[in-house]
Nanobody
Framework: QVQLVESGGGLVQAGGSLRLSCAASGHIFAIEVMGWYRQAPGKQRELVADIGGNESTNYADSVKGRFTISRDSAKKTVYLQMNSLKVEDTAVYYC???????????????WGQGTQVTVSS
């Protein structure tokens, strides 16, 4: 089994910063991509940022220049540094991993349990 465990959410004032972490554990052969999604009340889950094994990154337009995604492959951990937070960044943030559990398996999507980020005005 694969587990993704997030940490670092919380309440912050607009303009502040938070850092999210997500550690993958379990039977993992390879991690193709790790990323962060978010879901605000009444809205669909959306990609915030992701990072590939070659360190290539992808960001939602709404967070470019404010958020930075990084990963520590040895620790199977992905981070999301969130600066200049806005009220509209308020959401539950979910860690995602596209993971291969053994050499002959396909890559599957795995999700963390979610961590709440609330930005107050």
């Amino acid at each position: 089994q694969v587990q993704l465990v997030e940490s670092g959410g919380g309440l912050v004032q607009a303009g502040g910063s938070l850092r999210l972490s997500c550690a993958a554990s379990g039977h993992i052969f390879a991690i193709e991509v790790m990323g962060w999604y978010r879901q605000a009340p009444g809205k669909q889950r959306e990609l915030v940022a992701d990072i590939g094994g070659n360190e290539s990154t992808n960001y939602a337009d709404s967070v470019k220049g404010r958020f930075t995604i990084s990963r520590d492959s040895a620790k199977k951990t992905v981070y999301l540094q969130m600066n200049s937070l806005k009220v509209e960044d308020t959401a539950v943030y979910y860690c995602n991993g596209r993971i291969q559990t053994w050499v002959y398996s396909f890559v599957d999507d795995y999700w963390g349990q979610g961590t709440q980020v609330t930005v107050s005005s």
